[in-house]
């Protein structure tokens, strides 16, 4: 099996991702997280949202509707810009991106037509009466910011510069979903919009920051810096709004793949809405840049996942950092037969619950198979309670990486994992 059936393997017996709808043969580009997912998929995003809003003076959280007036789409240049161009296959009709083919179908080896464009964007229909409203789910989380640019503004203390960070689902109608959750229809985002004075110098400076910014925050979370790289966008390769723009790429399996991209937007969005700023101090008044940065959520646990799997023979382990890894402690009686030691064990995992870390109890077979078990997870503690924790009130504390282990007093484990997890 190659990494990716690996870690596609891994997710689906461990419970972190499942094809969507899996019992009626999934539906293409759809994904749905379970008990350990979620885990980790909520670790990342707090994570982010404690480095863009809670560690930073500059930045308000907001969380706008997915669905709005499709006027914003309009405004936006989405209905007409937000497209792809593609081949259709003359013979078997699938069609395929155009940088992501060569001259024949791979399908069946036909030929293609020329190109076409497609749009990215999902319709619904609203109301029960005919014809019914038509709207369309958000393709980036970003506009629902940008039109509530000057609601954020007149109800809190913001000044320019500032930034508005937003967490949320967005819908492409990617039409080759692929490569596990990497493209998929329905995924999640995790977005800042930076608004800055009109200004080449100041905007290109806060630009080259966040692109710093954000790469340091990958790497502090645990990517490999090496398989880390900035792409810059060439002239075609922009996306409408963006003035310019440059990707953090991650090195995939499948290649080096974009993991999130900054982009200078400069007054593209707030001018198209009728919107400005007017500055309380001067009141002078102006129509703010944009620098974004903009990260996929489940493209993010996609790359920490791969990044984390690591083989030593037989046993796989998941090098997660213990912030996001789904499980922070799993808690073990030696022996599960043993009342006196099951429920010392439960006493302890009771206690670490209270602080608010996500503990796990595991009592099945033996000591080798739950280990081995929890680095599948990455779960970075392991505490056994033995017949001696009877005695001298200490525990085994075993770490996942170096496997190293160490008797730890059991009224220090509270502290002593808060300690680690501060690191
Ligand atoms: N607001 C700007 C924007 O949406 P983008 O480069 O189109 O920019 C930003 O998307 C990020 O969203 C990407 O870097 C990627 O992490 C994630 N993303 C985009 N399309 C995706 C898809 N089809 N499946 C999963 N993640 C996707």
């Given at each position: ?6 870690i ?13 709808s ?20 909520n ?7 404690k ?72 319709e ?17 989380i ?24 937003q967490?949320?689902k ?30 080449e ?7 080259e920051?966040?692109?710093?910014e ?8 645990g990517i490999?810096?090496?398989k880390?790289?900035?792409?810059e ?42 919107l ?26 996609l ?9 030593d ?27 006196d030691?099951?429920?010392k ?22 000591i ?10 990455g779960?970075?503690w ?8 009877l005695e001298?009130?200490?525990v ?23 300690n680690?997890?501060?690191?």
């Amino acid at each position: 099996m190659d990494t990716m059936e690996k870690i596609t393997a891994l997710c689906k017996r461990r419970g972190f991702i499942f094809p969507s709808s899996e019992i009626y043969g999934g539906f293409q580009g759809f994904w749905d997280y379970g008990p350990l997912g979620v885990e980790l998929k909520n670790n990342i995003k707090c994570q982010w949202w404690k480095s863009m809003v809670y560690e930073r003076e500059d930045v308000v959280g907001f969380d706008a509707a997915v669905i709005m007036n499709p006027t914003v789409w309009e405004k936006s240049g989405h209905l007409k810009a937000f497209t792809d161009p593609l081949v259709e296959c003359k013979k078997c009709n699938y069609r395929f991106k155009v940088d992501s083919v060569g001259d024949k179908c791979p399908e069946c080896g036909g030929e293609f037509t020329e190109p076409k464009t497609f749009n990215l964007m999902t319709e619904v229909l609203l109301g029960t009466t005919e014809p019914k409203e038509k709207s369309y789910l958000r393709g980036e989380i970003t506009q629902g910011v940008f039109v509530n640019f000057e609601n954020v503004v007149n109800s809190s203390r913001v000044k320019i510069p500032f930034g508005i960070a937003q967490v949320g689902k967005a819908f492409r109608n990617e039409i080759t979903p692929g490569n596990f959750t990497f493209r998929s229809r329905e995924f999640e985002q995790m977005e800042l919009e930076y608004f800055v004075r009109p200004d080449e110098k100041e905007s290109k400076d806060m630009f080259e920051y966040w692109k710093e910014e954000r790469i340091k925050w990958y790497v502090s979370l645990g990517i490999k810096k090496d398989k880390l790289r900035f792409h810059e966008h060439a002239e075609g390769e922009r996306a409408h709004y963006a003035k310019y723009a440059t990707d953090i790429e991650y090195e995939a399996p499948f290649g080096w793949s974009e993991f999130e991209g900054i982009h200078h937007r400069g007054d593209y969005d707030l001018r198209n809405h009728g919107l400005s700023y007017k500055d309380p101090q001067t009141g002078e008044e102006f129509t703010p840049w944009v620098i974004e940065t903009s990260g996929g959520v489940d493209r993010a646990m996609l790359f920490f996942l791969i990044d984390a799997y690591f083989e030593d023979g037989e046993r796989i382990v998941l090098k997660l950092n213990s912030k996001i890894a789904p499980y922070k402690v799993a808690v073990f009686p030696l022996l599960a037969n043993k009342p006196d030691l099951v429920e010392k064990a439960r006493d302890i995992y009771h206690s670490l619950k209270e602080t608010g870390l996500s503990i796990t109890f595991d009592s099945r077979g033996n000591i080798g198979k739950r280990y081995f078990a929890q680095d599948e997870i990455g779960t970075p503690w392991c505490v056994t309670v033995d017949f001696e924790t009877l005695e001298d009130k200490k525990v085994t504390v075993r770490d996942r990486d170096t496997a190293k282990q160490e008797r730890i007093e059991v009224d220090k484990l509270v502290s002593y994992f808060q300690n680690e997890l501060a690191k």
